[in-house]
């Protein structure tokens, strides 16, 4: 089928099926135009795509080989370069036109700024969104936009999507307070662990939105991303907890945002790339 808005690039190298009768179907967004410290997130799903070359597609301690999975990818989005609201109309009308044609999809989005999250959560309509992040990205507004990286989550739960946090260690008083204020929970990065997490899923209605900003990953694992910061989750622990979400929880939609960086083999690409195998892997083996 043909997408208005996005176009072909660099693809998954295993065999691929037609989005009408795909389980996973891929979409990068290559926009970083309202990145704050570090560039390059443009680059994130060509680099994550590539990352995938280093990957055995046999996942070892699942036993399942994802390549025979019903796999698509639709290709990038093309990006409106500078305006991320303009850029995520075109991510949520390319997820639609995915679900109207299989509604059964799950969309997987590569990135590209997490802004771009907002189109796809518009599309899916999911009871709740869960998160690991960094930052809370509950600001109102920043640099005058309120459509801007850090403001995702905040414009998310305007939508009336129950919101639980993972990995969090940047916010402000201001974002602290609205959490409060609207019942959003997040756990400090300190704090994380697989209970932790269990205990505030569990209670969260279906379907559930799955975002992983590449950010929440210690620094070691993830260098190249828009806006770092130390002390971050472990691999395992979130492979962990996507593994008992995906067990427990009808999921709506994922992605992996801010992977950024200039070069091929970047680790924060093969971090990403090794999460998405993992997501799929989870989710096949079920199925
Ligand atoms: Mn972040």
Redesign the pocket.
């Known amino acids: 089928m043909e997408f208005l808005y996005t176009y072909d690039t660099l693809k998954l190298e295993f065999p691929l099926t037609e989005p009408e009768n795909a389980r996973f179907v891929i979409t990068g967004v290559p926009f970083d135009g309202t990145t704050s410290f570090k560039p390059g997130a443009r680059f994130g799903p060509t680099l994550i795509r590539h990352a995938t070359l280093n990957l055995e597609s046999y996942i070892l301690d699942y036993g399942i080989d994802i390549a025979e999975l019903p796999i698509a990818d639709i290709g990038d989005v093309a990006v409106v370069a500078g305006d991320p609201r303009k850029t995520a109309d075109r991510v949520r009308e390319t997820i639609e036109e995915l679900k109207r044609a299989n509604p059964d999809a799950i969309p997987v989005l590569l990135g590209g700024e ?1 802004s771009q999250t907002l189109g796809a959560v518009e599309a899916l309509k999911p009871a709740s969104y869960v998160v690991f ?3 809370l ?1 509950l600001r109102d507004s920043y640099e005058d936009n309120s459509y801007n990286h850090a403001c995702v989550a905040r414009r998310i739960s305007e939508l009336g999507v129950k919101e639980a946090m993972f990995g969090i260690r940047s916010g402000t008083k201001d974002e602290v307070e609205y959490a409060e204020e609207n019942g959003i929970m997040w756990v400090h990065a300190r704090d994380y662990d697989f209970d932790a997490f269990v205990d505030l899923v569990k209670p969260l209605p279906e379907p559930v939105y799955l975002s992983v ?1 590449i ?2 990953f210690d620094l070691p694992l993830v260098p190249s991303t828009g ?1 770092p910061e130390a002390g971050g989750l472990r691999f395992w622990d979130v492979i962990e907890a996507i593994e008992w979400l995906v067990e427990n929880k009808r999921i709506a939609g994922f992605d992996i945002m ?1 992977v950024a960086g200039e070069n091929l083999g970047d680790p924060t690409a093969l971090t990403a790339a090794k999460l998405l195998f993992y997501f799929m892997g989870a989710v096949g083996r079920r199925t």
Do not use: C, G, P, R
């Open positions: 997490h992040d960094a930052h990205d900003d950010d929440a806006t801010e």
